[in-house]
Structure formats: C-alpha cells, structure tokens
C-alpha cells in the first residue's frame, strides 16, 4: 500500500512563510542541502521542513518553495514500482502532469493529477532503486 511520505508547501513569499511555521507550529526550516541541481534549488528558494521526532507512522518531513504557479500544497505517496503507477494513471481517469524524472540523492519523482483534478506527487525513494521496490 502506498503511503503519504513528504509535503511540500507553496509560499508566494517564502521567508514570511518560513517565519509563520517557525513560530505558530516550531517547524525546523532550513535551505535544502540535497544534492540535487543546486541552481534549480536556488532558483525554487527550496527548504527542508522537520515537523518533530520520527515516530512510527507519523510524516515528519516536507519542503517550503516559491509558488511558481497557481499550485496548491503537495502530498508526495511513496510506491514501489513507479512506471506500473505511471502506466495506470490515464487508464483509470487520471493524467501525468510531470513525467517520471530523477533527483539525484532523491529518487525517482513524477506528478500526476487524479480524476478529480488534484495533483499528487508520486516519488520512489533512491534507496529502491535496482529492484530493491
């Protein structure tokens, strides 16, 4: 069964956004050190959210970023087999937004929109990479 693994957060103006969970939630907020494109990280403002201690079967992570369209906050679903879920998408009344790409030190990630015009973010963690999923 996949499940919701990460959250990311639009802000029109990120450092009013980073202040506002800082101080209403005591969010730790931090500029991404991923090793991702570190221009396109620039470039998206992107920060790491911790939301508390790891606990079993709680999320504790999310991102912040600079709005770039008119998006919404962003559920990531964790799956195993990425193109078996890409491969469904359109069949079950669904589309994919954002093909299957991959984020170095990341993983596997693709958005897709559900039959009722929500986006979800699909991502395969880079540890199941070659099989291990």
């Not at 990425?82 to 790409?101: F, H, Q, S, Y």
């Not at 990630?109 to 986006?119: H, L």
Request: proline share 4%; net charge negative.
């Amino acid at each position: 069964m996949a499940n919701i693994a990460h959250f990311m957060i639009p802000a029109n103006n990120v450092d009013r956004a980073k202040r506002f969970y800082q101080a209403l939630l005591g969010w730790k907020i931090e500029p991404t050190e991923n090793s991702g494109d570190p221009a396109m990280m620039a470039q998206m403002q992107y920060h790491d959210i911790v939301t508390g201690e790891a606990k079993e079967g709680q999320l504790n992570t999310g991102g912040l970023y600079k709005r770039h369209m008119n998006e919404n906050l962003l559920t990531f679903v964790e799956v195993g087999d990425i193109d078996a879920i890409l491969a469904n998408v359109e069949i079950l009344g669904g589309r994919v937004i954002l093909p299957k790409e991959e984020i170095r030190g990341v993983g596997l990630t693709a958005m897709i929109q559900d039959s009722e015009g929500n986006a979800i973010g699909l991502w395969k963690p880079e540890k199941m990479q070659g099989g291990k999923g």
